[in-house]
């Protein structure tokens, strides 16, 4: 017997939206299927690898662990926010410039962890930004290249996505 | 293989009342998801999880930090995350504020609640060996009333509490009166980030003109539970600290564990790492270098 769905409504990137799923889907799976966000990846689908992380009202979450019943009334912010107006985050920029990203998949996952860090701690130590971003695993690039990325978006930018939100409203 | 979402139900109330109603009704029918971060987890492994299920995310009744000067209560919903952005518990309970920085990573401990890490109730769980040195209470909450008990007296074996089917944890409290205690915490696991750990000690201790006059000691995956091993805390209790009382101690720790073998270690490796652990926070002591 399968039991009843409901509908869920919360704020994604910015804009409100209401999906129909049962509730225990997982956000992950409401992301890409239901609302056709392929940018969040799945990867170990256990909590352990970080490629599916998404911002939840603000803190850095694993959108495969999250029941979408969860996200009631929440704010959810993907890969796919986070540019502003076209223009690409300071983080993806320094990910560019950096070769921070390989094969990408650990990509999207990586750059939601990174800005949350730069959020909470615009200017992050290397040890840090390490912590920051234990959690999300990466098979291609070694690290170091997505580490320098970090430590170039915070030179550069002291301006965080927080400010920028602010910008924005 | 996965879980199928559909063939459970999953309701989120919104009050801490609904969900005691709820329970109330139906003693043992729904089980309580916080963050999900273990319930989830089993779902993906396709391990059995309760079919009813009720959500405590997001019910702020459950999610607070409440100082009241003599003592500190933690909603069982306060995440990890809340735990170490937390000034007084960073001071005055810092072994807690050190555990929470274990539990997985930044986006698990944003979801890992300490209700759902002690109602889980693992040998191995982090925050643990800190709650029972210093002495935290639990508190139990339905729609009969509330009931505080020792926090030492919840686990009462492998994955089995005091809790009755009705009931939540409603809230952790720790007094404050550890701030002239050495403490101690570490533990042992395969790295840092992201291990469960093979494990774990936990002191407070307060010396008196050389002499122990007050010792806890806690331990994480030296039992079939989280657990005070008051052995280990009689051996040393009105003693000085020595070569001739640590060896004892030693010796009792070594008698009072009874860790498993399992994938991530063995019941012998797990016995002598506990006495290294415990003899390295009373060199410590003796030294007067006991770091928090
Ligand atoms: C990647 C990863 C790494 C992890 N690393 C660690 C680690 O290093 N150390 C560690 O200790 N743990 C670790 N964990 C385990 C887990 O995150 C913690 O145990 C967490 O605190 C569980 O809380 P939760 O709210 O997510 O639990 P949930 O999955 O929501 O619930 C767990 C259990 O508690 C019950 N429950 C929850 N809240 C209540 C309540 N208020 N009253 C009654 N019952 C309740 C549920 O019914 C369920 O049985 C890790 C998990 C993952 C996925
Ligand atoms: S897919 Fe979610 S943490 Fe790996
Ligand atoms: S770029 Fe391939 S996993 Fe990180």
């Known amino acids: 017997m399968s039991a009843p769905w409901a509908t869920i409504r919360f704020i994604l990137n910015g804009e409100p939206c209401a999906v129909h799923a049962p509730p225990m889907k997982r956000l992950l799976d409401v992301l890409r299927e239901d609302l056709r966000l392929t940018g969040t990846k799945e990867g170990c689908g256990e909590g352990e690898c970080g490629s599916c992380s998404v911002r939840m009202n603000g803190e850095l979450v694993n959108s495969c662990l999250v029941p979408v019943i969860q996200a009631e009334g929440a704010t959810v912010q993907t890969i796919e926010g986070l540019a502003t107006n076209g223009e690409l985050h300071p983080l993806q920029k320094a990910f560019l410039a950096c070769g921070g990203a390989q094969c990408g998949i650990c990509t999207p996952g990586m750059l939601m962890a990174a800005a949350q860090l730069l959020d909470v701690n615009p200017h992050p130590n290397i040890a840090e930004i390490r912590e920051g971003l234990a959690g999300n695993l990466c098979r291609c690039t070694g690290f170091m290249r997505i580490f320098e990325s970090v430590v170039k978006a915070a030179a550069n930018e002291s301006t965080s996505t927080e400010e920028q939100a602010a910008h924005a409203r | ?292």
């Open chain 2, 1 to 292: 293989m996965r879980g199928n979402a559909e063939a459970h139900q999953m309701i989120a109330p919104g009050s801490l009342a609904a969900v005691l109603d709820l329970m109330s009704s139906a003693p043992g029918e729904w089980t309580p998801i916080a963050g999900g971060t273990e319930i989830m987890v089993a779902h993906a492994a396709g391990k059995p999880v309760a079919e009813k299920l009720v959500s405590l995310w997001g019910i702020p009744e459950l999610r607070f930090i409440e100082d009241r000067t003599e003592s500190i209560a933690i909603g069982a919903a306060a995440t990890f995350r809340d735990l170490r952005a937390h000034a007084a518990i960073n001071a005055d309970w810092p072994l807690v504020s050190r555990a929470s920085s274990w539990i997985g990573s930044i986006a698990n401990q944003s979801r890992a609640t300490v209700g759902g890490n002690l109602v889980n109730g693992s040998p191995a769980a982090d925050s643990s060996p800190a709650f029972l040195v210093y002495d935290a209470e639990i508190e139990l909450v339905s729609s009969r009333g509330s009931r505080r008990i020792p926090y030492a007296a919840f686990h009462t074996g492998y994955k089995q509490n005091a809790m009755a089917p009705d009931e939540l944890l409603y809230a952790i409290h720790l007094p404050r009166r550890f701030a002239q205690h050495r403490q101690y915490l570490r533990k042992v696991g395969t790295r840092r980030a992201m291990a469960v750990a093979k494990v774990a000690l936990a002191v407070t201790a307060l010396l008196k003109e050389g002499q122990m006059s007050e010792i806890r000691v806690a331990a994480a995956s030296l039992a079939p539970f989280p657990v005070r091993l008051v052995q280990v805390e009689t051996a040393l209790l009105g003693q000085p600290i020595n070569s001739i009382t640590i060896q004892p101690a030693r010796a009792a720790l070594l008698a009072e564990a009874t860790p498993i073998d399992d994938i991530r270690s063995t019941a012998t490796y797990r016995r002598q790492v506990g006495a290294n652990l415990l003899e390295e926070f009373l060199i410590k002591l003796r030294t007067g270098d006991a770091s928090k």
